[in-house]
């Protein structure tokens, strides 16, 4: 089992360009989520699903859309992206309390 | 103020050394608690869950005062995999859901 996949794994874009995120389980968890890391800063949660067909904003929301395509996936959108936003994001699932999550996507906005 | 707060370290500290960090949490409404492990550059792994009475899971032990509002976790014998960063979470709910609050981390080096 792969668990939580992310991809890429690394991507650099100009202001003002535009990308989503993947995200894939095959944990069969019903809740997913998006998280960003900052230096210094603790998981901030940008959006999250806590199940098929449903979704809600988090902490961090702003400059982001998130599409629940189906039970295993999960993307995140940057329809317009800025410096704010280089950063380290995660996708996760979670069972319970504990939070699986994805190896992350380096995203560098210049 | 910070919902979690933890002093960022790094704590550098020697192979078989006993070394504690401690975690500050805001919000008196917390139900659970919980410590992870990040390795550098990658995903944050649960380590241990830490339960009111406290709990112990090998050469770690985690603890708990609610009255006080801080978590601690306890490492001996430290081996130089456990050099990485030490997330401490808290549940906390909002808007009916139990959300998972994560602090900054602090960072573990241990060296030969």
């Known amino acids: 089992n792969a668990g939580v996949t992310q991809t890429p794994k690394f991507q650099v874009l100009k202001t003002g360009q535009s990308m989503t995120l993947q995200c894939a389980q095959d944990m069969n968890h019903n809740s997913m989520y998006w998280y960003r890391q900052d230096p210094g800063m603790g998981l901030r949660l940008i959006y999250y699903?806590?199940?098929?067909?449903?979704?809600d904003k988090g902490e961090v929301p702003n400059g982001y859309n998130v599409s629940r395509l189906n039970k295993r996936e999960f993307s995140l959108r940057l329809e317009s992206a800025a410096p704010s936003q280089t950063s380290v994001y995660f996708c996760?699932?979670?069972?319970?309390?504990?939070?699986?999550f994805g190896p992350g996507t380096r995203l560098t906005v210049t | 103020r910070k919902e979690v707060e933890q002093d960022p370290g790094p704590f550098n500290v020697p192979e078989g050394a006993t070394v504690a960090f401690n975690c500050t949490y805001s919000n008196s409404a917390s139900q659970s608690f919980f410590w992870y492990r990040q390795d550098c550059r990658k995903e944050p792994k649960l380590l241990m869950s830490?339960?009111?009475s406290g709990n112990e899971d090998g050469r770690f032990t985690a603890q708990l005062n609610r009255a006080s509002q801080y978590i601690s976790l306890l490492i001996r014998d430290s081996k130089l995999s456990d050099s990485a960063t030490y997330l401490c979470v808290v549940t906390q709910v909002s808007g009916g859901y139990n959300k998972l609050i994560f602090g900054a981390g602090t960072r573990l080096a241990v060296h030969p």
């Open positions: 699903s806590a199940s098929e067909g449903t979704t």
């Open positions: 830490v339960y009111s």
């Open positions: 996760a699932t979670r069972r319970d309390y504990e939070q699986y």
